[in-house]
């Protein structure tokens, strides 16, 4: 009768599980996970800044695991280019000239004697140059004003770079220092209160300390004293200080852990997001400790379920979400200012803690894991985003509509127009759809999340713009370089710089910065026409249309509208301009575009808006949806 009764209640808890979950647990191969994080990291971040540093470190662990030869190659030829000068590296830390911490751990686990010279002079050159605090800590090389300054990051890269260069060229003199450092550290920055990690000292004033335990602060922390406690030498005489010190700190961070085993971005609110750099960077160190029988085997289902909560925030192909941008004592450093930091989709910190992470757990034997909900559930919430694609086209979008403007590699092919893609729901579509692509399934088929039938070619598409001459446009061509300046949840912002233009008499480049939020329709243009002489233009921005359009012109309020069904399969799309009514000049027709004209100088900036609405998303139904809208909106913008 027990045996009966507990069977019965063990099938009730998993038939409850399964209808709170609402789905069936697919079980995600680490090795597959780590290998689509890296190759989106490789593709989003720039290996000479530091978060590329930690993206090679993250690799270079992934890649001594059995089967990874291919990554094992791929790391080594990137930390070459650093000793060769081909990577010419930023940043606060010497050791980042030899690629950092990876470059020395690989040499010393592999004996790669390739890489042994670049980590030899580097490690000299940091014993003999980098900046010190007065406690005689190796710190930011740009600290010029207050030698005080000192922040957690640097445990992470003085410390696990002078202990591997220790190991891998036999000095004593470089794995002393790699524990003074930390230990050191961790004394100045401990928060007394809950045992986590203060960020930062002097950066906000003399002396101060910043009074937050930052998520990815303390991530920096976890990683460097895991390091020094799995591979500082057990002859060493502070050994057990080190592991003392790492136990008693993740103790303290796991007591922080939120019911998906992940921590927030400041650690101690609740109610700030939860972040996933600093939750992967602790994560990697719990494994750590756990794999070394340095902490109570109690906390492994703890580790085992950040890594099925982590799975929530990672997506199929590599992406990662609730990652916050660079945050160095925001403000005055409070809680408040770091819990209000944003993060961004796919920021550059995201890709190194996950890969670190989750082939922390696969070298544990964990080969699998079930997500808490399913693969990247809380990374496709609704936001904005802005991507570079397929080595020619700058896309970006939010939580309603998708634009893309294309660059020199199909330079004689498309013009310099503004790209179309409806989207009916809220969620990113954007790598989702580029991923289809790549795979063969066209994103020209509604597959219910909308799609791209907007065929504009060398016209000027959704807001393109041209020099006006007697009454002809005269358009650039394709942009022929952009940089993305914001790439946050709640706003986008980039430029894209057009320097071949054909203009009669006259020799124009174009800076064009383009800003999107949330929750609406439009993107903001700010455009310079950069030229030798300051000259009165007349520029045209135009609106593509294809055979059917209603157009709706205001003069008064400086907009242009239009709305037309381009195809039955796909129904009704508007689109708009809107300007400065005191720029306007007129309305004109020319091959298929309208244009709204407004007189600007060069050197001098203006600014625009434009952008697109489609009949199958929820915002409009028909024209007098759309004419409401741009007139309502109009009023705000000028």
């Not at 136990?247 to 971005?265: A, V």
């Not at 709706?552 to 400086?558: E, I, R, T, V």
Request: proline share 3%; aromatic share 12%.
């Amino acid at each position: 009768m027990f045996l009966r009764k507990t069977l019965a209640l063990l099938c009730l808890i998993f038939l409850v599980t399964g209808i709170i979950s609402g789905q069936d647990i697919k079980q995600i191969s680490t090795n597959d996970l780590v290998r689509s994080v890296i190759k989106k990291g490789l593709e989003d971040t720039n290996l000479d800044h530091y978060t590329g540093i930690v993206l090679l470190n993250a690799m270079t662990e992934f890649s001594l695991l059995e089967g990874n030869e291919d990554i094992l190659t791929e790391t080594i030829k990137n930390y070459r280019e650093f000793g060769t000068g081909e990577i010419k590296p930023k940043g606060n830390f010497i050791c980042y000239e030899a690629g950092g911490p990876g470059a020395a751990f690989l040499a010393w686990k592999t004996g790669a004697n390739e890489l042994k010279e670049q980590i030899a002079v580097t490690a000299a050159k940091m014993m003999k140059e980098q900046v010190r605090s007065p406690e005689g800590l190796m710190t930011s090389k740009h600290v010029t004003d207050d030698t005080h300054k000192v922040f957690i990051d640097m445990a992470y890269a003085v410390s696990a770079y002078l202990l591997y260069a220790g190991l891998a060229l036999d000095n004593q003199e470089y794995i002393d220092f790699a524990v003074f450092e930390t230990v050191e550290l961790f004394k100045i920055l401990k928060d007394k209160r809950t045992g986590l990690l203060h960020q930062s000292r002097g950066f906000n004033g003399h002396g101060n300390f910043s009074n937050d335990n930052w998520s990815r602060g303390n991530g920096w922390g976890a990683m460097a004293i895991s390091n020094l406690a799995r591979d500082l030498p057990d002859s060493h005489p502070r050994k057990n200080e080190v592991v003392n010190l790492a136990r008693q700190f993740f103790t303290d961070l796991i007591q922080y852990q939120n019911k998906e085993g992940l921590w927030h971005q400041e650690i101690t609110d609740p109610n700030s997001y939860v972040e996933t750099s600093g939750s992967g960077s602790i994560l990697y160190g719990m494994g750590i400790m756990l794999e070394k029988a340095y902490l109570d085997k109690k906390y492994m289902n703890d580790f085992k379920r950040g890594l099925q909560g982590y799975l929530d925030y990672i997506e199929k192909n590599g992406s990662i979400g609730n990652t916050c941008i660079g945050c160095l004592c925001p403000g005055n450093g409070t809680k408040s200012e770091y819990a209000k930091h944003p993060w961004a989709y796919n920021d550059p910190h995201a890709f190194g803690p996950a890969i670190m992470t989750f082939a922390q757990a696969e070298k544990m034997g964990i080969k699998e894991v079930s997500p808490l909900k399913e693969l990247g559930y809380y990374a496709s919430t609704p936001r904005t985003y802005v991507r570079f694609a397929r080595g020619k086209e700058i896309a970006w979008e939010n939580d309603r509509i998708a634009f893309r403007a294309y660059g020199p590699a199909v330079q004689h092919q498309i013009g310099n127009g503004i790209d179309v893609w409806a989207k009916s729901v809220d969620y990113p579509i954007l790598d989702k759809w580029y991923e289809l692509n790549a795979q063969g399934k066209d994103y020209h088929t509604d597959r219910g999340e909308g799609c791209d039938f907007y065929n504009m070619g060398f016209k000027r598409g959704c807001g393109g713009l041209a020099v006006w001459i007697n009454g002809k446009p005269y358009p650039s061509e394709t942009f022929d370089s952009y940089k993305i300046r914001r790439n946050y949840s709640n706003k986008i912002e980039f430029q894209l710089n057009y320097n071949t233009w054909d203009v009669p008499d006259l020799e124009l480049q174009e800076s064009k910065i383009i800003e999107m939020k949330k929750g609406t329709n439009l993107f903001k243009v700010t455009s310079t026409l950069k030229c030798e002489q300051d000259k009165e233009l007349t520029i045209a921005i135009g609106l593509t249309t294809f055979g059917n359009p209603e157009i709706y012109q205001d003069k008064k309020h400086g907009l242009l509208s239009v709305w037309e069904s381009i195809n039955d399969e796909y129904g009704e799309l508007g689109t708009a301009v809107l300007i400065d009514p005191e720029k306007f000049v007129g309305f004109a027709s020319f091959d298929g575009d309208e244009f709204i004209l407004i007189k600007v100088k060069t050197n001098i900036p203006f600014s625009y808006y434009s952008g697109a609405g489609w009949e199958k998303s929820e915002f409009f139904k028909n024209n007098h949806d759309w004419k409401k809208y741009i007139k309502e909106i109009r009023n705000t913008k000028f």
